[in-house]
Antibody, heavy 122, light 113 residues
Framework: QVQLVQSGAEVKKPGSSVKVSCKASGGTFSSYAISWVRQAPGQGLEWMGGIIPIFGTANYAQKFQGRVTITTDESTSTAYMELSSLRSEDTAVYYC???????????????WGQGTMVTVSS | DIVMTQTPLSSPVTLGQPASISCRSSQSLVHSDGNTYLSWLQQRPGQPPRLLIYKISNRFSGVPDRFSGSGAGTDFTLKISRVEAEDVGVYYCMQATQFPHVTFGQGTKVEIK
């Protein structure tokens, strides 16, 4: 059974960058899309972007274009999300999630990481 | 982007009683492949979201049969036939018809009266 394990909590200064990792274990990594979703304190879920490791091309929500970079390292089955020019409003829990395909598959996020708290504070 | 609107935003329910959550999309969620990529997620306090229902009405592995989904086009419903204490949390609908650009509803908080 595939599990997604994320890196630990981060505290960052405004204007800096953060890079969060998401390591897949127990199954195939390359052929499924990995997305990043964030949740500000007490708020809902917000899709930031995603990538299919085997293709390597990322797609981003317009809101984060230019500030977020999603990459993968197939050799270690790890996805990364880097967010730059951090501001206090970026304080949130960041989740990675596997999208289990369209058509004959669920067409939904079936596996989620445990979440990484990123706090942006001076 | 497709806007997903959930009602109600809060649902106090008596244990053992049913609960219902509605989700409306700003445009049809029918994909060109004929599927409708509307799913429901449950988020218990302090936990990551968990997939409950996919493609409108299919229960994900391990999801109790008291959860059911229905709907078509732009209007969808999640029902819990008899609410249990472990069902407390926030429920989100999500569209993936415009994958990779997915969008979520605002969330509906289910709590026990």
């Amino acid at each position: 059974q595939v599990q997604l394990v994320q890196s630990g909590a981060e505290v960052k200064k405004p204007g800096s960058s953060v890079k969060v990792s998401c390591k897949a274990s127990g199954g195939t990594f390359s052929s499924y899309a990995i997305s990043w979703v964030r949740q500000a304190p007490g708020q809902g879920l917000e899709w930031m972007g995603g990538i299919i490791p085997i293709f390597g091309t990322a797609n981003y929500a317009q809101k984060f274009q230019g500030r977020v970079t999603i990459t993968t390292d197939e050799s270690t089955s790890t996805a990364y999300m880097e967010l730059s020019s951090l501001r206090s409003e970026d304080t949130a829990v960041y989740y990675c999630a596997r999208f289990h395909g369209m058509a004959t598959m669920e067409g939904a996020f079936d596996i989620w990481g445990q979440g990484t708290m990123v706090t942006v504070s001076s | 982007d497709i806007v997903m609107t959930q009602t109600p935003l809060s649902s106090p329910v008596t244990l053992g009683q049913p609960a219902s959550i509605s989700c409306r999309s700003s445009q049809s969620l029918v994909h060109s492949d004929g599927n409708t990529y509307l799913s429901w997620l449950q988020q218990r306090p302090g936990q990551p979201p968990r997939l409950l229902i996919y493609k409108i009405s299919n229960r994900f592995s391990g999801v109790p049969d008291r959860f059911s989904g229905s709907g078509a086009g732009t209007d969808f419903t999640l029902k819990i036939s008899r609410v249990e204490a472990e069902d407390v949390g926030v429920y989100y609908c999500m569209q993936a018809t415009q994958f990779p650009h997915v969008t979520f509803g605002q969330g509906t908080k289910v709590e026990i009266k």
